[in-house]
Every structure is written in C-alpha cells, then in structure tokens.
C-alpha cells in the first residue's frame, strides 16, 4: 500500500517550458487535491477535485492546469512555467468529497524555473 | 475569511520534555487537522479531531471548537518529533479550501 505517489521528486525548467506533475494514490479516496509550499509558508491550494471527472479552482490556479485522470490519478500542467512557481508541490487525497475529510499527502515535488 | 494563529512560532526543547503547541482560529470550523512535516519534506496527517479529544501514543491534540482554539500535546519528546507542526481548519462555509497556520517550529536536541 504505497498511499500517495507523486513524480517526479525534483525538477528543474527554463522559462516558458511545460510540464506535468503526476499524482496516484491507492487507497480509493475520493477527493484529491494540488498545494504549492513557498518557503517559511503553510501550503495553498491550487486545484481540487470532489470526485472522479470534477475539477475546481483553488486559491491559487494561476497558470496551471489539472486533470483527473481516473480515481486514482490527478496530474498538474504547467503551461508555460514561470519563475514565480518555483515551489514544492504536494499532491494529497481524502476519502470523502468535501472539506471535511482528513487528507493523506504524497511526498512532494521540488519544482524550480529558471 | 477565517484566521489561523499558531504558537509559538519556534520551540526549542531538550529530548524527554514535553510540549504543548496551540491553534486559534477566528471562526466557527467544522474541520480541523494537525499535520507534522519532518526535516525531508514529508506531511504526515497527524489527528482530524474538529472536537473533542483525540490520543495515538505520545501525542494527543484536543479542540475546544467553543472557544476556537486547539492544542496538541507531545510528550517525552524525542529527536523524530522534530519539525514544523501545521493546524489546518476548514470552515462552515468554505468547501474544499483548508485554511492553514503557519506552522511552530520544533527541534527536540538529543
């Protein structure tokens, strides 16, 4: 039982390259969800989804996209990466839809744009 | 929007000792979860405990949601319990958006 994989664990990018961070988790939660982590700072949303085929705006989406691929899998695009989101990026889900579901977190991506 | 407030903001303790950390928060929640992150990044869910009280071996946490406020107690501290402990809340009206602490920072010295 692997919980919440994330890939990949580093990353470095040039201005304006894309790509996607990938997020499985085998526990046959609901929820999942994309939080960025800037240093000395709690985490952000950036993009939930409730369920298989929904997905919804957090605090901050600026600049990314998301994609609930099945139950399992929710993966995070970068258009066009962006100094500005040079930050850990944690995926986690919960077993129910909604805010009150504890959640379980993978162990982050390091995401840093040159 | 609600307000989270966590102290103090850095502990410094010696390996046995225990501790107490505290979250406030300024509106009424019907979420509220303690979260440890280690020294190599990784969140670990520690209790979801909207009220009442809640124990899992040396930790315990308990919330007064009356008074808006939760404490997580560690005892004899070891050098794992390192860290920086997070307080997330949702609210009544928020849906899937945890509001979250900015976290106290804990260093248990062997």
């Known amino acids: 039982n692997a919980g919440v994989t994330q890939t990949p664990k580093f990353q470095v990018l040039k201005t304006g390259q894309s790509m996607t961070l990938q997020c499985a988790q085998d526990m046959n939660h609901n929820s999942m969800y994309w939080y960025r982590q800037d240093p000395g700072m709690g985490l952000r949303l950036i993009y939930y989804s409730a369920s298989e085929g929904t997905t919804d705006k957090g605090e901050v989406p600026n600049g990314y996209n998301v994609s609930r691929l099945n139950k399992r899998e929710f993966s995070l695009r970068l258009e066009s990466a962006a100094p500005s989101q040079t930050s850990v990026y944690f995926c986690?889900?919960?077993?129910?839809?909604?805010?009150?579901?504890?959640?379980?977190f993978g162990n982050g991506t390091r995401l840093t744009v040159t | 929007g609600i307000q989270v407030e966590q102290s103090p903001p850095d502990l410094i303790l010696q390996e046995g000792a225990n501790s107490t950390l505290r979250c406030n928060f300024s509106d009424s929640v019907n979420n509220l979860q303690w979260f440890h992150q280690n020294p190599w990044g990784q969140l670990i869910n520690l209790f979801y405990i909207p009220s009442g009280t809640k124990q899992n071996g040396r930790l315990s946490a308990t919330t007064v949601a009356t008074e808006r406020y939760s404490l997580l107690y560690i005892s004899s501290s070891q050098t794992t319990d390192s860290g920086v402990y997070f307080c997330?809340?949702?609210?009544?009206?928020?849906?899937?958006?945890?509001?979250w602490g900015a976290g106290t920072k804990l260093i248990i010295k062997p």
């Open positions: 986690a889900s919960g077993p129910f839809a909604g805010v009150n579901s504890p959640l379980h």
């Open positions: 997330a809340v949702g609210g009544e009206d928020s849906n899937y958006q945890l509001i």
